[in-house]
């Protein structure tokens, strides 16, 4: 995946600003590789989609990332940094594939990864209510029987569907990219889930707000048009803000 240029930084921005998660990362990917198609980006697994994300933010942004994660127990800050070299599995899956299988408890399931299509059915509303991984699987989940018998997603047993969850995170491990963190202030041990898209789009939404401050004080002092603002290098760019702040008003 390659950076992300100013204009198409905008393109995402743009298109994103207004939408929940899976919709940020989807314009981010969309924009980053125009020749996708969007049924191609519906069919990209979690994993792969994060994985994609975060090549792009390696292109755009550079590949070391700082973060920060709240204590469980205290609340307090941990701070933690990683290369995205380091985290990126190359077993990725690409899309969700043929059909996984749980032998568990006289329930036999298959099921398929999910995908960028599956995640965008997935509102905020649904997760907030702890309802996301019912819906996820009502989605996912081919066939479920139980002693040979055909059961409803909802008959699954909470060992069954987390032997579901294992099985998704061996298949496409990329999509649940966690660290082991310790807190300093209280010496609690956890591990923090790294949030991909919201991380990405976090970047990409300060850098977008950065570019439209800077086409206004160039377009305000030049009467340049934005594509002309976009198509100056960054160095460029910084320099003629730095003349345009410099200069005096004229009497």
């Known amino acids: 995946m390659g950076p992300l240029s100013a204009e198409r930084l905008l393109e995402a921005w ?6 929940e998660a899976p919709g940020r990362a ?14 191609e980006l519906g069919a990209t697994t979690a994993g792969r989609r994060d994985s994609d994300l975060l090549a792009v933010r390696a292109a755009t942004f550079g590949p070391h990332i700082d ?45 398929r990864l999910p995908t960028v299509d599956d995640l965008a059915h ?20 081919v066939q479920a029987r139980h002693r040979g018998k055909a059961v409803p997603v909802e008959d699954l047993t909470e060992e069954v569907a987390q032997a579901i969850d294992a099985e998704m995170a061996r298949a496409d491990p990329n999509a649940d990219i966690a660290f082991a ?21 976090t970047e990409v939404d300060a850098r977008a707000r950065r570019l439209l401050l800077e086409i206004h004080s160039l377009a305000a002092a030049y009467g340049w048009t934005e594509r002309e603002i976009l198509a100056l290098s960054p160095v460029r760019r910084l320099a003629y803000l730095e003349l345009a702040a410099s200069m005096e008003p004229v009497p």
């Open 122 to 141: 997935l509102s905020s509303d649904v997760i907030a209510a702890g309802n996301g991984r019912t819906a996820l699987l009502d989605r996912c989940v």
């Open 181 to 201: 963190l310790d807190c300093e202030a209280c010496g609690t041990a956890w591990s923090a889930s790294f949030d991909v898209p919201a991380f990405v789009w």
């Open 67 to 111: 973060a920060l994660a709240p204590c469980p127990a205290c609340g307090q800050l941990a701070e933690f940094g990683f290369s995205v070299q380091e985290v990126v599995s190359a077993d990725a899956a690409e899309s969700g594939g043929e059909p996984l299988r749980v032998l568990e408890n006289g329930f036999d399931v298959r099921f």
């Open 26 to 39: 989807r314009a981010i990917l969309a924009a980053s590789d125009p020749a996708r198609t969007e049924e």
């Open 14 to 19: 743009e298109r994103g600003v207004g939408l």
